[in-house]
C-alpha cells in the first residue's frame, strides 16, 4: 500500500494560506458580539496579569 493518501492527509495548509483564512484580530470576527466582548475582556485581564489564557471550550 503506498503512503502517499496519508501524505495528502497529514498536510498542512501554507502559511499565507492559513493566514489569510483566521482573522487576524478579534474585531475581525463577525457575528455573537456578546461573545467577542467577554473574550475581549478575559484576553484584557489575561494579558494585564502576564499569564496566559486559561482554556475554554
Request: net charge positive; aromatic share 2%.
Amino acid at each position: 500500500m503506498s503512503a502517499k493518501p496519508l501524505e495528502k492527509l497529514n498536510a498542512q495548509p501554507s502559511d499565507a494560506v492559513d493566514l489569510s483564512l483566521r482573522p487576524a484580530r478579534l474585531a475581525d470576527f463577525t457575528g455573537q458580539p456578546k461573545l467577542k466582548d467577554r473574550l475581549g475582556i478575559l484576553l484584557d485581564s489575561a494579558r494585564a496579569r502576564s499569564q496566559p489564557l486559561d482554556h475554554l471550550l
